[in-house]
């Protein structure tokens, strides 16, 4: 059974930094395309960033250049280190392969002064 869990959110003023990990359980997070994905509030769940096996990594508009992905094999986690945060970030934050309709329960971030 494939699961998802999601965890590093926090609350945090703008300027700061945070890491995100998703830990991956009945699948291996280095053979996947594997997705981070946000939904702010009252706003649809948007794609942010993509890690594929190869290493290759992809970045929305408003990711590019602050956000990093990357993946832990020995630990079959994805991460998402998130730099140089602004207000406009404050979201739940997903991860998800790109071959599954599997949600975890999210990570909040909020950022604010």
């Known amino acids: 059974q494939v699961r998802l869990e999601e965890s590093g959110g926090g609350s945090v003023q703008p300027g700061s930094s945070l890491r995100l990990s998703c830990v991956g359980s009945g699948f291996s997070v280095s053979y996947k395309i594997m997705t981070w994905h946000r939904q702010a509030p009252d706003e649809p769940r948007g794609w942010l960033a993509t890690?594929?096996?190869?290493?290759?990594?992809f970045y929305s508009d408003s990711a590019k250049g602050r956000f990093t992905v990357s993946r832990d094999v020995h630990k079959n986690t994805l991460l998402l280190q998130m730099d140089s945060l602004k207000p406009e970030d404050t979201a739940v934050y997903y991860c998800?392969?790109?071959?599954?309709?599997?949600w975890g329960q999210g990570t909040w971030v909020t950022v604010s002064s």
């Open positions: 890690c594929a096996p190869g290493g290759a990594t």
């Open positions: 998800q392969s790109i071959d599954s309709t599997t």
